[in-house]
């Protein structure tokens, strides 16, 4: 991982607060789990059935029946519990889970979410991202700023099938910090090394920016 | 008074299975997957099945094998992103896939087994999936009907079961398999470890005997439920 996504992640990881029950999602978000402290009180779930996941194991301590939902081989903690698929979405439709971070092709202005279809070319299903989605207290999203030809995944609107509408609050990307507002995006903190006009230029929607002084990450 | 023995073997099992069926199979990636039992059913060559299951599994494992083997006409998941021969498949026109959210057919499976016919969501509502589903009104907000999911055959994944079919999944092997119990006439449960009856706590059972067919005890495990190192 680049230094830029490592610093995405830690700083996605800080918007974690005490007592939160959270889901990450497969890829990028997974990886927020090495920058919770051991004694940092949270409760990690995944929504193939357990509460309290813990770290990945490496392959030769795992547990064949012990994944999470991306199907690394993760661990559980003290006070962990298994539950069945019915269990685990009622926990995540019910409003039981405070946060998720998932990842993303593209979000729109509005919060938009899409990260499941490319027509003609990717299109595994949603799996849980749907419920993830529209039903977790608050969803945020990490994302390198651009995709891999350069182009942003932060845009006025999304043009791929939406995951879901208007779920979107929070955009950590490997530029910037950035907060999806009732009138469209708006920049909160740069990465160390992105400026200003980058970040603006790499984003396709207007970014209202903040006067004076901007956070570094 | 004593309960029922339903020990069998794969092969008589899986004989219960007819082709046209609609089959449920158990698992979410390698935890809880009926290896042998899929196994069993690829070398009797059943075909023109409807699978429901959360995913299609790895190359060379599990629903692959009956992908591969031609048995298999439509497909209700929810993601098949790790089998590029599903995905082939589907975009060949040669695989029906229905694409479900995944708490929805976990509860859709449930409805069934519930009997039930139906479950009103707003899951999905306005998106792809949500297309020419019926709507209703409750309490003045929109919601869909989704319809409940019913098997002729569910194969499934136990840790440890009885021989009445009282059943036990372990960990994260636990997933779809006690709803796909409750949701089809015939059901066949693999299990690890078969118990004499009575040996299992009452108190910790996950799926109690009465939903269940048949009991197929395992011997050693194929590599197929090992740990797969990617």
Redesign the interface.
């Known amino acids: 991982m680049s230094d830029a996504k490592r610093r995405m992640v830690a700083r996605a990881a800080r918007d974690i607060a005490p007592g939160m029950v959270v889901n990450l999602g497969i890829g990028l978000p997974t990886q927020v789990i090495a920058h919770l402290a051991s004694d940092f009180p949270v409760c990690l779930h995944?929504?193939?059935?357990?509460s309290g996941v813990g770290p990945v194991l490496p392959?030769e301590r795992?547990?064949?029946?012990?994944?999470?939902?991306g199907?690394a081989?993760v661990s559980t903690v003290p006070g962990s519990a298994?539950?069945?698929?019915?269990v685990?979405?009622?926990l995540?439709?019910s409003g039981r889970l405070d946060l998720t971070m998932l990842g993303a092709f593209e979000v729109s202005q509005h919060g938009d979410l899409a990260n499941w279809?490319i027509p003609?070319k990717?299109?595994?299903?949603?799996?849980?991202g749907?419920?993830l989605a529209?039903?977790a207290r608050r969803v945020v999203v990490l994302t390198t700023h651009v995709d891999r030809k350069g182009a942003p995944k932060l845009k006025a609107e999304c043009t791929l099938?939406?995951?879901?509408?208007a779920c979107v609050s929070r955009v950590f990307t490997d530029m910037a910090v950035i907060d999806v507002t009732p009138t469209g995006f708006a920049l909160r903190e740069l990465a160390q090394g992105a400026n200003l006009d980058q970040v603006v230029a790499a984003t396709g929607a207007p970014l209202a920016v903040p006067e004076g002084d901007i956070p570094i990450f | 008074m004593i309960l029922p023995h339903k020990t069998q073997t794969a092969q008589a099992a899986i004989a219960q299975v007819h082709s046209g069926d609609t089959v449920m199979v158990g698992g979410f990636g390698v935890p809880g997957t009926p290896f042998t039992l899929i196994r069993e059913l690829v070398r009797q060559g059943q075909s023109d099945l409807t699978i429901i299951k959360n995913d299609a599994n790895e190359t060379g494992m599990g629903v692959d094998h009956l992908l591969a083997n031609g048995q298999v006409t439509r497909l209700i998941t929810t993601h098949i992103g790790l089998n590029p021969r599903a995905i082939a498949l589907m975009n060949e026109g040669k695989l029906e896939v229905e694409f479900c959210a995944q708490g929805i057919l976990a509860e859709r499976v449930r409805a069934g087994g519930a009997g039930l016919k139906a479950i009103a969501t707003d899951i999905a509502i306005d998106t792809e999936l949500g297309i020419g589903k019926p709507r209703i009104a409750i309490d003045g907000q929109e919601a869909m009907v989704e319809t409940a999911l019913r098997a002729d055959v569910a194969l499934l994944h136990a840790d440890r079961a009885d021989p009445f079919g009282n059943l036990v999944f372990a960990a994260t092997a636990r997933n779809f398999n006690p709803l796909m119990a409750m949701a089809a006439s015939c059901v066949i449960a693999e299990a690890e470890t078969v118990l004499p009856t009575g040996q299992l706590d009452p108190n910790s059972m996950h799926t109690p005997g009465p939903f269940v067919d048949h009991v197929v005890a395992l011997g050693a495990l194929s590599q197929e439920y090992a740990v797969v190192r990617r």
Do not use: C
């Open positions: 995944t929504e193939n059935g357990l392959y795992a547990d064949r029946n012990l994944i999470d939902a199907g081989y298994y539950f069945d698929s019915a685990s979405f009622a995540v439709r279809k003609g990717f299109s595994p299903g949603a799996g849980g749907i419920e529209q039903k099938p939406l995951t879901a509408h």
